[in-house]
T-cell receptor
């Protein structure tokens, strides 16, 4: 059974650029959640996708957007990058919405 | 909004010692999970425990939802237990949109 995978592992962008992060959910899981973890803090919930529909959103601006595909993999897109967007971005999948979440290794984004 | 506080913020243990980590939350929640984040950033699921007690090897957890707290017990600690321990609560019915606590940084020294 393949766990949650994320790509890329590291990414460097400049302020104002756009970025797309990718996540493949664990086999059999139909729900994907995204979190942002700034250095020294706990993860913060961005949004969740359940069967290709957004199923909850945290306190993040609209320039953070997402997508879930029919195979339940997911993308996180961030437009107009700001320096404060530098963080570890974590993806988690679960068998269904409300179930235990399993996290991927994360993508570390640096915005210069 | 909901507050999730963990204590202690930092803990240093000698290998073989036992410890108790606490998570207090300010409102009723639908679910609670404990995670261990290793030094490489990987979050590892320890327990899914909305109420009651569970055990897994040297680790056990107890959640008393009516009193709004959860405890994580680590017995016979090992250096590989080092890292940050987070509790996270579900702030929205059924969807398990997790709100993370402040974390406890554990260092186990040989």
């Amino acid at each position: 059974e393949t766990g949650v995978t994320q790509s890329p592992t590291h990414l460097i962008k400049t302020r104002g650029q756009q970025v797309t992060l990718r996540c493949s959910s664990q086999s059999g899981h139909n729900t994907v959640s995204w979190y942002q973890q700034a250095l020294g803090q706990g993860p913060q919930f961005i949004f969740q996708y359940y069967r290709e529909e957004e199923n909850g959103r945290g306190n993040f601006p609209p320039r953070f957007s997402g997508l879930q595909f029919p195979n339940y993999s997911s993308e996180l897109n961030v437009n107009a990058l700001e320096l404060d967007d530098s963080a570890l971005y974590l993806c988690a999948s679960s068998f269904t919405s409300g179930d235990t979440q399993y996290f991927g290794p994360g993508t570390r984004l640096t915005v210069l | 909004g909901i507050q999730v506080e963990q204590s202690p913020p930092d803990l240093i243990l000698q290998e073989g010692a036992n410890s108790t980590l606490r998570c207090n939350f300010s409102d009723s929640v639908n679910n609670l999970q404990w995670f261990h984040q290793n030094p490489w950033g990987q979050l590892i699921n320890l327990f899914y425990i909305p109420s009651g007690t569970k055990q897994n090897g040297r680790l056990s957890a107890t959640t008393v939802a009516t009193e709004r707290y959860s405890l994580l017990y680590i017995s016979s600690s090992q250096t590989t237990d080092s890292g940050v321990y987070f509790c996270a609560v579900d702030i929205r019915t059924g969807a398990n949109n997790l709100f993370f606590g402040t974390g406890t940084r554990l260092t186990v020294i040989p």
